[in-house]
């Protein structure tokens, strides 16, 4: 790949991933690299970023990056624990701030305002979120910003392309944050924005048809955005030697296999519908625990897709929609492992024993820039809309054991539900949506009658990468009418309730 690139090293913020994005939106590519694991190619990045840090410049557990043939050498960035680790080891001081600076700042002094700070002007607002600050500039460093409580907000080193501030750039609420980020990759480091979905279509394609060459390839396909992304790409590289599996397990929405299959096959994709519903079901009957029921599923479906490869001769490669995010959050900057909150965390994989060769074409690239890619690609808006869905479908949806009359009520509400977020416009507003089966029964009352029957939970929730996210303020009116729908159409439903929690504490699915 021809791009100029941009090296990110990562000391652990929370924020890391967002730096690589804004810069891939400005059309320049990025990589995320521990900070203590400089990659061995370091002459191809034309400019490099240190990202912030959970931990303190001060601290005996400040992480020491190896700079050498980087600054000096490399047009540089360090952002807050970057900025604070130049001012640190280089002849200047960081001190604990004795005012909070977390949040919302203005720039209240800019030097320069034609270079590092082009098209960016006195007031902007920037996003603070640091408790140590910089009280004395490291040697050579010139004040280039400050901010109406901090006034070392930004620095420059005199005689090199280091560049370093104490805000973040990346969040949104900075608001000239892609700006400054522009400023200082083209204009200062003059790298091209030459990273397109384009690009990437015909580089990929070309990739692809050289390592897979007239192999057959197999991929499962799940209907989701990434699958269905990385599928048609191949298509494109290698026609119908790509085999695509399409497993029904049985826990999809309503319809969901049938209308998927035929947009996967109106798409001129090389598709087998496999519909193995009863045997999810049955490896599901009696389970209670969420987690053995990922795992049924996951074995299930292992068995499935292996039983439906095998019938297919000399297939060599296995293609996944491994998408950027998942690559990264195996790869921790700090090699502390992480609390597993539900297993789906843990990037898992085929089994040794189908000794298949790995294709990945969206290892590289993020979410939004995989919906991008797929608008390239011609797929259909809707598709490539759609809300994740997780994995185990429906089946960590119905609380407690799983039987088909329960997929079967749930799949009705779920439908309502989601039909109707479409009818009134709210679907897109919408990050993602469902319904949850609760395992009481709750009295109501119909005509004159009595009835003991399954209460549902409606959650919609707003989010960006389904780490954090909230939940969505729907009108009431609309809450009015799906309840009713719900109670009226679905047989064993009388009571419908939404849940108004937010991640964290709570997680998006029940289960
Ligand atoms: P939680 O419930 O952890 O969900 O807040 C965050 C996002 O992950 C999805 N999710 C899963 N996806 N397998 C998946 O493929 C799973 O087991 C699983 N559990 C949760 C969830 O729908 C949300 O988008």
Redesign the pocket.
């Known amino acids: 790949m021809q791009h100029d690139k941009v090296l990110i090293l990562d000391f652990g913020s929370q924020y890391t991933q967002l730096i690589a994005r804004r810069v891939r939106e400005l059309n320049i590519y990025s990589e995320i690299h521990p900070f203590n694991k400089i990659p061995t190619n370091l002459e191809e990045f034309k400019a490099v970023i240190l990202s912030g840090s959970p931990f303190s410049v001060r601290g005996e557990q400040a992480l020491h990056p190896d700079l050498t043939h980087i600054r000096g050498e490399k047009p540089l960035l360090a952002v807050c624990y970057g900025a604070q680790y130049l001012a640190h080891f280089s002849g200047g001081e960081v001190a604990p701030s004795n005012t909070r600076e977390y949040g919302r700042a203005n720039l209240a002094f800019i030097k320069e305002e034609e270079g590092f700070f082009k098209n960016i002007q006195i007031g902007s607002q920037v996003w603070m979120s640091h408790s140590d600050t910089i009280k004395t500039l490291p040697t050579n460093g010139v004040l280039i910003a400050s901010t109406h409580d901090v006034a070392n907000a930004a620095y420059r080193i005199e005689g090199e392309d280091t560049y370093a501030i104490q805000f973040h750039p990346e969040v949104y609420h900075s608001t000239d944050g892609k700006q400054l980020l522009e400023n200082f990759l083209v204009s200062i480091a003059g790298l091209n924005q030459d990273w397109t979905p384009d690009s990437f279509v015909e580089e990929t394609v070309a990739a692809i048809q050289e390592k897979v060459g007239t192999d057959k390839v197999v991929l499962g396909l799940s209907g989701g955005v990434d699958s269905t992304v990385a599928a048609v790409l191949l298509n494109k590289a290698i026609g119908k030697n790509l085999y695509c599996i399409f497993v029904n397990n049985g826990l999809l929405r309503k319809n969901e296999f049938e209308s998927v299959l035929n947009q996967y096959e109106g798409m001129g994709l090389n598709v087998k519908g496999v519909d193995a519903s009863k045997r999810f079901l049955d490896a599901l009957a009696g389970i209670e625990d969420p987690e053995l029921k990922?795992k049924a599923i996951g074995n299930s479906f292992i068995e499935v897709f292996d039983d439906e490869a095998n019938k297919l001769t000399d297939v060599k490669w296995l293609a996944q929609g491994t998408i950027y995010p998942d690559v990264i959050e195996s790869v921790s900057a700090t090699g502390g492992p992480s609390a597993t909150?539900?297993?789906?965390?843990n990037v898992g994989g085929l089994p040794d024993f189908m000794k298949l060769k790995i294709v990945e074409p969206l290892r590289a690239i993020f979410k939004d820039e995989v919906r991008r890619v797929g608008a390239t690609l011609g797929i259909d808006p809707e598709l490539l809309g759609r809300h994740?869905?997780?994995?185990?479908g429906l089946g960590?949806r119905i609380l407690g054991d799983i039987t088909a009359e329960k997929v079967r009520i749930l799949q009705e509400v779920d439908a309502i539900f989601i039909n109707g977020l479409k009818e009134w416009g709210l679907y897109d507003k919408v990050w993602?949506a469902?319904a949850m089966l609760l395992p009481v029964n709750s009295v109501g009352v119909m005509g004159d009658e009595r009835t003991y029957e399954k209460c549902v939970a409606l959650r919609a929730v707003e989010?960006t990468d389904?780490?954090t996210?909230d939940w969505v303020n729907l009108p009431y009116e609309f809450l009015q009418k799906t309840s009713n729908d719900i109670i009226n159409k679905v047989k064993g439903v009388n009571r419908v309730v939404y849940d108004i929690s937010s991640?964290p504490p709570?997680?998006?699915?029940?289960?």
């Open positions: 990922r909150i539900k297993s789906h965390h994740p869905f997780p994995g185990p960590i993602q469902g989010s389904g780490m996210a991640k709570a997680t998006i699915e029940w289960e």
